[in-house]
């Protein structure tokens, strides 16, 4: 009863941790991306903001876990429970053994989900909503003024109904000069006009009646993920089991409550930084 007590104790205190720390980078993610969030009807981005707390806070549930038992464990021992334990001959090795024993099923289902929904999925996602969003602004720039949105510029001389006239738009491969331009979907439709492209420092002019250019080539370019990918959620899930057991050794060793927090919250933030180091070098 003890143990499952205190899994469930510490369980809710990592929930709550692992969310407030989700929405912290969340904050981050909107200020970044506030123009595309709020420009797009909600059926377009909530389902992007629920994937992306999902992954989220399942990424930073395991390492939370860890912090909340380690908080836990040593308010069990300031308020003097570890010698309850033992005037009833339970050693105290078990409130890791089995408190680990109990949350394992948990560990192995967020691993699965972090196997299932990776941080890739997550950024093809926002990538659809950013090509989604410079559909919407293609569609609605004022006529008469340049417009630049990385990694596009764009300058339109007159507007009839849906159709652009006087085209000039700038992209990474070269620029296009057309009479007139439609979007259909995310694609740009240019007709009668000239596509000038850049290779060995040479220019080079092409003439067009109609030209196709899709979006989705330049904004949704998705990476293939290294071969050892799947190292990254597998050490995020079980490292903090090492964690847990060198929490308990340290509660048995430290005796002032600031000394064990910051060495605590020091391997937390060690523990991430290993995995973002990782995961650049994968």
Request: hydrophobic share 50%; no cysteine; net charge positive.
């Amino acid at each position: 009863m003890l143990f499952r007590w205190l899994f469930w104790r510490v369980f809710l205190m990592a929930l709550l941790l692992s969310l407030l720390f989700a929405f912290l980078l969340l904050i981050i993610q909107i200020v970044k991306l506030d123009q595309i969030l709020f420009s797009l009807p909600l059926r377009d981005s909530l389902p992007f903001l629920f994937l992306w707390l999902f992954y989220h806070v399942s990424y930073l549930f395991p390492s939370t876990f860890y912090l909340a038992y380690a908080m836990n464990l040593f308010e069990l021992k300031e308020s003097k429970k570890f010698y309850v334990l033992q005037s009833f001959g339970i050693d105290p090795i078990n409130l890791y053994t089995r408190t680990l024993f109990i949350s394992l099923p948990l560990f192995l289902s967020i691993s699965l989900a972090l196997t299932l929904v990776k941080e890739d999925d997550v950024g093809y996602i926002r990538r659809h909503l950013t090509l989604k969003y410079y559909t919407h602004l293609l569609a609605s720039v004022p006529s008469g003024t340049f417009y630049t949105f990385d990694p596009f510029t764009l300058y339109v001389e007159r507007k009839r109904e849906g159709v652009l006239e006087g085209v000039f738009f700038k992209f990474e491969e070269g620029m296009i000069f057309a009479k007139r331009a439609r979007v259909e979907g995310g694609v740009l439709v240019f007709e009668e006009g000239s596509l000038l492209t850049y290779a060995n420092n040479r220019t080079f002019s092409t003439d067009f009646k109609i030209y196709r250019l899709n979006l989705g080539g330049v904004v949704l370019q998705k990476k293939e993920p290294p071969s050892l990918w799947f190292l990254l959620p597998l050490l995020n899930v079980f490292l903090p089991v090492f964690l847990m057991g060198f929490a308990y050794i340290l509660t048995l060793r430290v005796q002032h409550y600031h000394r064990f927090s910051y060495a605590v919250v020091l391997v937390f933030i060690f523990h991430h930084l290993a995995l973002l180091l990782l995961k650049q070098r994968l």
